[in-house]
């Protein structure tokens, strides 16, 4: 049965207290000589990352930088500093093959040839080949004798200690550890502790259980005082082990437990940590996923946004389309409405005309029935007398029924729009005469005096043919409310700087005041209002209708006894 | 002075006859065509001042027919339309032959002539002369048309001894009498295009056949009425290269 089942073997890398020496010690002097390259710019870039990488200890990059450079690099010192930081980034990786190579390449000129044999005594102390170690760390320590780096001394004592351990060598291996623990300072309890412990192996494989055992519990004591959780396991595992061979198991299994404890604890540190790790991978997973969300939700969002501005476009083209359909609509039923009025309008006018024909029609000609009637009396009496009167009267009548006839084709034709209409500039002058000159007859007959004053120099812009209309009617009503030997006096001039004016005045039985102002509002009645009982006619319905659509306006004066006056205002033309 | 030809289309003779013997009274020379055809036949044959159109003939619109003919030709002879049609459709088919007026039946013999007084101003673009007042005329290319007796009567441009500018319009002065054009002497001389008709002062447009004796030195022409026209500088030198004998 092995007596010792621990080997307590630290590799001091320097690198881990390498910044205390740094400025004084051997690596200082070696990173000075590297800076010194990089400072002149003689090496390649890939030489000063490699330098640069191998100092921040970023042993990857650092490693494949140095090979690239040695591709590159022809100065064979250059290429022995490539070789060294290549060979400690491989010791780092634990390619310790690959670092002896590296190692062994370095020329035997190489200024820190006590870096390489540092380094080689620990790489040949891993690969277990014990006397190799102990030759180079012997050579290092032949060539600096009375170094003041400590912490490649100690190392050095540590390495050599355990090289002897494992030679069972164990009065060398004392030797060196107690140098070694000399050196350790008391505040530095880890060294203290581990130096202590292999001390403890060294006496223990010799058998010098007291000693060892005196030393494994102080060692156990002062890492259960320490936070070093490995040194608690592996110190309370030596104890375990050590009271498991005195026998004393109850110990034994209290050590074994405690051990069980730390690695359970170190387990825990690497579990939690792996956990933490975890957490962490977790929450960013979660994190992802709530980005992801988040992107889903803005993704939604979008959606509902497009889809909310797609709807709304929508609804608004649906009610453009509705009020659009709306409108055609209310515009149909106001062309309903209008033409039912127009319809209305012509009706009335049609009921207005049957009554005009069925009252002053009919009287007229059954009038003129018995007048022929009286003729043939007459004839047959050969009463030339007799029927000299009885055809005047026949021809009065026929003219006064032709007139209403031709009042009642008129007043038709303007209702349903028939009436031929265009305006156009005139002389004034001529149109009243030719209209006067047909009732100068009819006037003399009656003793009537037509008087006219008419301005030669007046153009007016009138539809000629309704202007003859108006005027007929009112020289027929003058004749026939004149009583014999009266007087009618037709005027014409300016009325103002764009209108002119016609007056016709009689002295004739004029129109009692009621009816007066009755006439007066024609320009704004229709014919469904007018009372025909009244004595309101079509012929005045006429006028004004007709002077309304000449623009212009008619105006009806009257003092009943004395006459009646009657002014129409037209729009003057412009030569 | 001459009459005007009158070409009277009418179905109805005892209407034709009532019109021919109205307008005759007046010193009008009336010819009565009472089919389309009778119509378009006098007219190729005989020379009309203007043609007196019913529109319903034979219960047919070819009052509205020959004025569309006249006016596809060309003719270039007024035309009015006289009828007792009321019915808006004929009406707005007679507007489209652009007459010189319309005259509704019944109507008086002074509507009548009036309305061929009309016809005569709308044709040559002479509005409101003869029928405003009886110094104006109106001019055509050939003819003065001027008002004599309550009529219309015709005079040959050869008649005109000057024209002179009064105020917006001319003055025309001929043997029978002075007349007032209601055109500029731009739009005047543009209307004759006559060369027997010269410029020879900005105010003036003379007959050359109508001068008596011209003098080059005084600025002076005499005409044959003895009238006394300014001869001015500018028109003189043209007046010179135009006419070679005088070199």
């Known amino acids: 049965m092995s007596k010792w089942l621990i080997i307590w073997c630290i590799l001091f890398g320097y690198t881990s207290t390498y910044s205390q020496s740094q400025k004084t010690g051997q690596i200082g002097l070696f990173y000075d000589h590297m800076d010194q390259y990089c400072k002149e710019k003689v090496v390649t870039t890939d030489f000063c990352k490699a330098v640069d990488f191998h100092r921040s200890r970023k042993r990857d990059s650092c490693y494949i930088y140095a090979g690239r450079a040695l591709e590159i690099v022809k100065n064979q010192e250059q290429q022995d500093i490539l070789h060294y930081i290549q060979g400690v980034s491989a010791i780092k990786k634990k390619l310790y093959t690959k670092a002896l190579q590296n190692m062994n390449s370095i020329s035997e000129d190489f200024k820190f040839s006590g870096l390489k044999n540092h380094k080689l005594g620990e790489i040949h102390l891993v690969l277990e080949n014990y006397d190799q170690s102990i030759q180079y760390y012997k050579k290092w320590l032949d060539q600096h004798i009375g170094t003041k780096d400590e912490v ?68 156990y004591r002062l890492a259960t005082l320490f936070h070093d959780i490995e040194l608690k396991q592996n110190t309370a595992k030596n104890m375990a082990v050590v009271e498991k061979n005195r026998k004393r198991y109850q110990e034994s299994v209290a050590y074994y437990i405690e051990y069980g404890k730390w690695k359970d604890s170190i387990w825990n540190r690497d579990k939690i940590w792996e956990l933490t790790e975890k957490d962490k991978q977790l929450a960013i997973a979660q994190k992802e996923q709530e980005i992801q969300l988040q992107d889903e939700k803005i993704k939604r969002q979008k959606t509902q946004r497009n889809g909310l501005i797609i709807g709304s476009s929508l609804l608004l083209l649906f009610i453009g389309i509705l009020g659009y359909f709306y409108k055609l609509l209310i515009g149909k039923k106001k062309l309903i409405t209008e033409q039912k009025e127009q319809l209305d309008i012509a009706n009335t006018t049609k009921d207005y005309l049957f009554s005009v024909v069925s009252h002053d029609l009919r009287s007229p000609v059954n009038a003129l029935k018995r007048q022929h009637e009286k003729l043939l009396d007459h004839i047959a009496e050969k009463d030339l007398l007799g029927i000299k009167k009885t055809t005047d009267t026949a021809i009065t009548l026929t003219e006064s029924t032709s007139h209403l006839l031709n009042n009642v084709l008129h007043w038709s034709l303007e209702q349903s729009e028939q009436l031929f209409f265009e305006p156009e500039t005139y002389p004034l002058k001529p149109i009243l005469e030719h209209v006067i000159s047909d009732y100068e007859y009819l006037a003399t007959t009656k003793d009537i005096i037509l008087n006219t004053t008419l301005d030669a120099s007046i153009l007016a812009t009138v539809d000629k043919e309704s202007l003859k209309i108006v005027l007929r009617n009112i020289l027929d009503n003058a004749i026939k409310y004149t009583k014999n030997k009266g007087k009618i006096t037709i005027t014409s001039g300016n009325h103002a700087t764009d209108k002119c004016y016609i007056e016709i005045k009689d002295t004739g039985a004029g129109i009692p005041p009621e009816i007066l102002a009755k006439i007066n509002s024609l320009h704004d009645i229709t014919t469904d209002k007018i009372d025909r009982s009244k004595g309101v006619g079509l012929g005045l319905l006429l006028c004004h209708t007709l002077i309304k659509k000449n623009n212009g306006q008619i105006l009806f004066d009257s003092e009943p006894g004395k006459g009646t006056t009657i002014k129409i205002v037209l729009p003057k033309g412009i030569d | 002075m001459k009459t005007l030809r009158l070409l009277v289309l009418e179905d109805e003779d005892e209407e034709a006859k009532e019109i021919s013997e109205f307008l005759s009274d007046h010193n009008f020379e009336v010819t009565r065509a009472s089919t389309i055809q009778d119509a378009e036949r006098k007219i190729q044959d005989h020379f009309f001042d203007m043609i007196i159109l019913d529109i319903m003939i034979d219960g047919k619109p070819d009052g509205i027919v020959l004025a569309q003919q006249i006016n596809e030709q060309q003719l270039n002879i007024p035309f009015l339309f006289l009828t007792s049609t009321q019915s808006k459709h004929f009406f707005d088919l007679a507007k489209l032959t652009q007459p010189a007026t319309y005259l509704l039946k019944p109507y008086n013999t002074l509507e009548l002539i009036f309305s061929i007084e009309l016809a005569i101003e709308k044709h040559y673009k002479q509005s409101n002369t003869l029928s405003f007042n009886s110094e104006n005329a109106v001019l055509s290319p050939t003819y003065i048309f001027v008002k004599k007796n309550k009529s219309v009567m015709k005079l040959a441009i050869e008649s005109i001894h000057y024209i002179e500018v009064k105020e917006k319009y001319c003055n025309l002065i001929s043997k029978e009498g002075n007349f007032l054009i209601k055109l500029s002497l731009i739009k005047v001389k543009e209307l004759l295009s006559n060369p027997d008709f010269t410029q020879v002062h900005r105010n003036f447009l003379v007959n050359i056949k109508k001068i008596k004796e011209i003098y080059f030195e005084d600025n002076l022409i005499i005409l044959e009425n003895d009238a006394k026209i300014p001869f001015s500088e500018r028109y003189k030198a043209l007046f010179i290269k135009d006419n070679d004998i005088l070199n």
Do not use: C, P, W
């Open chain 1, 152 to 219: 490649f001394l100690k190392t050095a004592y540590h390495n050599l200690g355990v090289s002897y351990l494992h030679k069972k060598e164990f009065d060398t291996t004392e030797k060196y550890f107690s140098k070694e623990l000399a050196l350790i300072k008391e505040k530095d309890t880890f060294f203290v502790i581990v130096t202590k412990m292999e001390l403890a192996n060294a006496y223990y494989s010799q058998y010098r259980d007291e000693e060892a055992i005196a030393l494994f519990k102080e060692s």
